[in-house]
C-alpha cells in the first residue's frame, strides 16, 4: 500500500527529528537537532502551526514531556530538566568530556522511563550507546551501536525495538516495562535500501521507520514485512509519530542536512513537517516521568 504525505509546515528545519505527541495539552514537539531548538505546535486539519521554541546552546537530540508539562531535553551530552517556569536543570551526563559523541533519538518507556542514543562526531566506529536515565543514574544498554537512533516498544510493552542506522540493523529485545530490565537484543530485520532512523509503532505492532535518504515512512512487521509505504518527496525523511486526538495522523519530520542546491530545488519541501493519514492508529506515547 502507498501514500503520499503533505507538507504541513510553513516553516523549514535544517534537521527536524523527534515528533511526539504531548496529549494533555492538545500539542506537537520535535526538535531541531543543528540549530539546538526544541519547538512546539498545534495541528489543525492535517496542519501543523508552530507556537513555542525553547533554544539551547548546543545540538537537541530529542525532548519528552511529563504529565504535568516539563520536558526533559537530550542536548550534545547531557539530559537537561526544562521546567514549566523555564527553569533549566542538569539531571545527567551520558558521556564524559572530550567524547566526541552527541546523543541523537530518543524515547521514554511504558514505566515513564527516558532512552537515549547517540552518534560519533569523529572517526569512531562501534562505541556509541544506547542508555536509560533510571532512578539510580545512567544505565547503560548497548555500547557497541554505530549510529543509535529510533526506539519504539510493542503494543504491550514487552519488547523494546532500536535502529542502528549504518547497518542497517532493527534490534529486538524482551523488556519489562514494570522493572526496566531488558533482555540480550536480537536482530529483528536488516533495511538495505536507506537509511533506517526515527521510528514508532502502532497499535496492530507494526513498526513505521523513516528511512532516510529514500524519502518515505516504511511499514514493516516485526519480522521486516514491508506493509506500506509513505512517499514525502523529502530525500532525507528522519522521524514519525502518530498525532492527534485520534492518534490517527502520522506526522513526519525531514530535513535539509546535506542536500546540494541541485536537491533542494529538486526537492523544495525538504525540511519541511510532512502528515499523512494512513488508515491505522498509534500507539499513546508514554509520559516522562520525572525524579522527585
Same mark, same amino acid.
Given at each position: 500500500?502507498?501514500?503520499?504525505?503533505?507538507?504541513? @509546515?510553513?516553516?523549514?528545519?535544517?534537521?527536524?527529528?523527534? #515528533?511526539?505527541?504531548?496529549?494533555?495539552? =492538545?500539542?506537537?514537539?520535535?526538535?531541531?537537532?543543528v540549530a539546538g531548538?526544541? !519547538?512546539?505546535?498545534?495541528?489543525?486539519?492535517?496542519?501543523?502551526?508552530?507556537?513555542?521554541?525553547?533554544?539551547?546552546?548546543?545540538?537537541?537530540?530529542?525532548?519528552?514531556?511529563?504529565?504535568?508539562?516539563?520536558?526533559?531535553?537530550?542536548?550534545?551530552?547531557?539530559?537537561?530538566?526544562?521546567?514549566?517556569?523555564?527553569?533549566?536543570?542538569?539531571?545527567? &551526563?551520558?558521556?564524559?568530556?572530550?567524547? *566526541?559523541?552527541?546523543?541523537?533519538?530518543?524515547?521514554?518507556?511504558?514505566? =515513564?522511563? %527516558?532512552?537515549?542514543?547517540?552518534?560519533?562526531?569523529?572517526? &569512531?566506529?562501534?562505541?556509541?550507546?544506547?542508555? *536509560?536515565?533510571?532512578?539510580?543514574g545512567m544505565t547503560?544498554?548497548?555500547?557497541? +551501536?554505530?549510529? @543509535?537512533?529510533?526506539?519504539?516498544?510493542?503494543?504491550?510493552?514487552?519488547?523494546?525495538? @532500536?535502529?542502528?542506522?549504518?547497518? =542497517?540493523?532493527?534490534?529486538?529485545?524482551?523488556?519489562?516495562?514494570?522493572?526496566?530490565?531488558?533482555? #540480550?537484543?536480537?536482530?529483528? %530485520?536488516?533495511i538495505t535500501d =536507506?537509511? #533506517?532512523?526515527?521510528?514508532?509503532?502502532?497499535?496492530?505492532?507494526?513498526?513505521?521507520?523513516?528511512?532516510?535518504?529514500?524519502?518515505?515512512?516504511?511499514?514493516?512487521?516485526?519480522?521486516?514485512?514491508?506493509?506500506?509505504?509513505?512517499?514525502?518527496?523529502?530525500? !532525507?525523511?528522519?522521524?514519525?509519530? %502518530?498525532?492527534?486526538?485520534? +492518534?490517527?495522523?502520522?506526522?513526519?519530520?525531514?530535513?535539509?542536512?546535506?542536500?546540494?542546491?541541485?536537491?533542494?530545488?529538486? !526537492?523544495?519541501? @525538504?525540511?519541511?513537517? %510532512?502528515?499523512?493519514?494512513?488508515?491505522?492508529?498509534?500507539?499513546?506515547?508514554?509520559?516522562?516521568?520525572?525524579?522527585?
Amino acid at each position: 500500500m502507498k501514500f503520499t504525505a503533505i507538507p504541513a @509546515s510553513a516553516d523549514v528545519y535544517a534537521l527536524g527529528e523527534g #515528533p511526539i505527541w504531548d496529549a494533555i495539552r =492538545g500539542r506537537l514537539l520535535w526538535v531541531d537537532i543543528v540549530a539546538g531548538a526544541v !519547538h512546539e505546535g498545534l495541528l489543525d486539519d492535517g496542519m501543523v502551526t508552530a507556537t513555542g521554541r525553547h533554544a539551547f546552546d548546543a545540538t537537541v537530540g530529542a525532548v519528552a514531556v511529563s504529565a504535568d508539562g516539563e520536558l526533559i531535553v537530550a542536548e550534545q551530552a547531557t539530559l537537561i530538566r526544562l521546567g514549566t517556569d523555564g527553569s533549566r536543570t542538569e539531571l545527567a &551526563r551520558v558521556f564524559e568530556p572530550g567524547v *566526541r559523541s552527541r546523543l541523537n533519538d530518543g524515547a521514554v518507556d511504558p514505566a =515513564g522511563r %527516558f532512552l537515549i542514543g547517540s552518534l560519533a562526531q569523529d572517526g &569512531r566506529r562501534g562505541r556509541e550507546v544506547l542508555a *536509560r536515565l533510571d532512578e539510580a543514574g545512567m544505565t547503560y544498554l548497548d555500547t557497541d +551501536l554505530v549510529l @543509535s537512533n529510533g526506539l519504539a516498544w510493542s503494543p504491550a510493552g514487552d519488547l523494546l525495538y @532500536s535502529v542502528d542506522t549504518i547497518p =542497517g540493523t532493527i534490534w529486538v529485545r524482551d523488556y519489562d516495562p514494570d522493572s526496566g530490565k531488558a533482555g #540480550p537484543r536480537r536482530k529483528a %530485520f536488516t533495511i538495505t535500501d =536507506g537509511k #533506517p532512523d526515527g521510528m514508532c509503532a502502532d497499535v496492530d505492532g507494526n513498526l513505521w521507520i523513516a528511512n532516510w535518504g529514500c524519502g518515505r515512512v516504511e511499514c514493516r512487521t516485526p519480522t521486516g514485512e514491508l506493509l506500506a509505504t509513505v512517499e514525502t518527496g523529502a530525500p !532525507h525523511t528522519s522521524s514519525a509519530a %502518530f498525532a492527534g486526538p485520534d +492518534l490517527d495522523l502520522l506526522v513526519i519530520t525531514t530535513s535539509t542536512q546535506d542536500l546540494t542546491e541541485q536537491d533542494l530545488a529538486a !526537492h523544495p519541501n @525538504s525540511g519541511r513537517l %510532512f502528515t499523512a493519514r494512513v488508515g491505522v492508529r498509534g500507539l499513546p506515547t508514554p509520559y516522562w516521568a520525572p525524579p522527585d
